[in-house]
């Protein structure tokens, strides 16, 4: 039922009232992956195609440094605006989202890996879903976090979620002993694990980012390895800033201002660090639409939807204001 209401909300222009009355507040758009088709959780170039329509229809599509300049500089943000941001810099943003971007000429902001780009390395999470999607195991009992959980890997879709629950378990955990656990679990389900990604999993090139940005799309930082900063020691953290900004710097020859936290992760203390190595501002994970008082290095975003009527409903607002109002029914049912 709820579904049915959601497409009739969608089909009848039941979401425009909110996309009015948000108006005034900034849009964010969180993007990780791109196929052809869709295949594992990632938005398929049709869609891609008709979320840049939808949006180029309804609002102004703005770099997200115009946004962070609005906010520090204090002046009122422009009315629709929405940002793309692209996470991670996988290579198909270049050869999937870039593509649709340009005949769109819709700006968006793409965060890279610096050691990823490099080819030094894969993103850690990836190696619990190459693991789980090439094991010849169906089921396994696995370690995580002390407890031996089984894990059904009978089909694709449950072998995509049992790499979401060891990701979850070694998120946390320092880099080394997360890959060392890595390791044993590749070798507990007899999956050899490349040094490098293989192409499923590889990074843009530094020629293809430097392509992109002299098109117009801006490259921000994700660190040099992508760890769940809020873990890291303060020389760590420094470290994991300032070298990816000094990196993009130089392999870009453009001064980088823009920052995106892996995974969302940040404290104050994560926050004040990014401030001191220089970032303008900084993405989070956490939902929200920007106000004129928005936090620069706490930018919060929407993640995107890969159907119609949920993006619709997503980036509308509707769905914060559902969630905001369902939250504080909840100790009042809950009594």
């Not at 979850?168 to 507990?188: H, Q, V």
């Given at each position: 039922?709820?579904?049915i209401?959601?497409?009739?909300a969608?089909?009848?222009?039941?979401?425009?009232?909110?996309?009015?009355a948000?108006?005034?507040?900034?849009?964010v758009?969180?993007?990780?992956r791109?196929?052809?088709?869709?295949?594992d959780?990632?938005t398929s170039?049709?869609?891609?195609?008709w979320?840049?329509?939808?949006?180029?229809?309804?609002?102004?599509?703005?770099?997200?440094s115009?946004?962070?300049?609005?906010?520090a500089?204090?002046?009122e943000l422009?009315?629709?605006a929405?940002?793309?941001?692209?996470?991670?810099?996988?290579?198909?943003?270049f050869?999937?989202?870039?593509?649709?971007?340009?005949?769109?000429?819709?700006?968006?902001?793409?965060?890279?890996v610096?050691?990823?780009?490099?080819?030094?390395?894969?993103?850690?999470p990836d190696k619990?879903r190459?693991?789980c999607?090439?094991?010849?195991s169906q089921?396994?009992e696995?370690?995580?976090?002390?407890?031996?959980?089984?894990?059904?890997?009978?089909?694709?879709e449950?072998r995509?979620?049992?790499?979401?629950?060891?990701?979850?378990?070694?998120?946390?955990?320092p880099?080394?002993?997360r890959?060392?656990?890595?390791s044993?679990i590749?070798?507990?389900?007899?999956?050899?694990?490349?040094?490098?990604?293989?192409?499923?999993?590889?990074?843009?090139?530094?020629?293809?980012?430097?392509?992109m940005?002299?098109?117009?799309?801006?490259i921000?930082s994700?660190?040099?390895?992508?760890p769940?900063?809020?873990?890291l020691?303060?020389?760590?953290?420094d470290?994991?800033?300032r070298?990816?900004?000094?990196?993009?710097?130089a392999?870009?020859?453009?001064?980088?201002?823009?920052?995106?936290?892996p995974?969302?992760?940040?404290?104050?203390?994560?926050?004040a660090a990014?401030?001191?190595a220089?970032?303008?501002?900084?993405?989070?994970?956490?939902?929200?639409?920007?106000?004129?008082?928005?936090?620069?290095l706490?930018?919060?975003?929407?993640?995107?939807?890969?159907?119609?009527?949920?993006?619709a409903?997503?980036?509308?607002?509707?769905?914060?204001r559902?969630?905001?109002?369902?939250?504080?029914?909840?100790?009042?049912?809950s009594?």
């Amino acid at each position: 039922m709820k579904e049915i209401l959601l497409r009739l909300a969608w089909k009848f222009g039941g979401f425009a009232p909110f996309r009015l009355a948000n108006r005034r507040r900034a849009l964010v758009l969180t993007y990780h992956r791109f196929s052809a088709d869709g295949a594992d959780r990632t938005t398929s170039a049709e869609m891609f195609e008709w979320q840049l329509h939808y949006l180029t229809r309804r609002y102004q599509v703005v770099p997200l440094s115009l946004i962070a300049d609005c906010l520090a500089q204090r002046r009122e943000l422009p009315s629709r605006a929405v940002a793309i941001t692209i996470d991670d810099g996988y290579r198909d943003a270049f050869e999937i989202a870039f593509p649709l971007l340009r005949k769109y000429h819709a700006p968006a902001t793409l965060f890279a890996v610096t050691d990823f780009t490099d080819q030094k390395i894969w993103l850690w999470p990836d190696k619990a879903r190459f693991i789980c999607l090439h094991t010849s195991s169906q089921n396994s009992e696995i370690t995580l976090g002390g407890e031996q959980r089984r894990m059904n890997l009978t089909d694709h879709e449950a072998r995509l979620q049992a790499a979401d629950r060891i990701n979850d378990a070694l998120k946390l955990l320092p880099t080394d002993e997360r890959e060392a656990r890595l390791s044993r679990i590749a070798t507990m389900l007899k999956v050899a694990l490349p040094a490098l990604p293989p192409p499923d999993y590889s990074a843009a090139t530094w020629e293809q980012l430097r392509e992109m940005a002299a098109a117009g799309i801006e490259i921000g930082s994700h660190t040099v390895t992508h760890p769940i900063l809020t873990t890291l020691e303060p020389a760590q953290l420094d470290a994991e800033l300032r070298e990816s900004r000094a990196r993009l710097t130089a392999g870009l020859h453009r001064e980088v201002k823009l920052f995106c936290y892996p995974n969302g992760d940040s404290d104050r203390r994560v926050r004040a660090a990014a401030g001191r190595a220089g970032y303008q501002c900084a993405a989070t994970c956490e939902p929200g639409l920007i106000e004129q008082n928005s936090p620069l290095l706490a930018l919060p975003r929407i993640h995107t939807e890969r159907d119609p009527a949920h993006f619709a409903q997503s980036t509308s607002g509707f769905e914060l204001r559902k969630n905001r109002l369902r939250n504080a029914l909840r100790p009042a049912l809950s009594g």
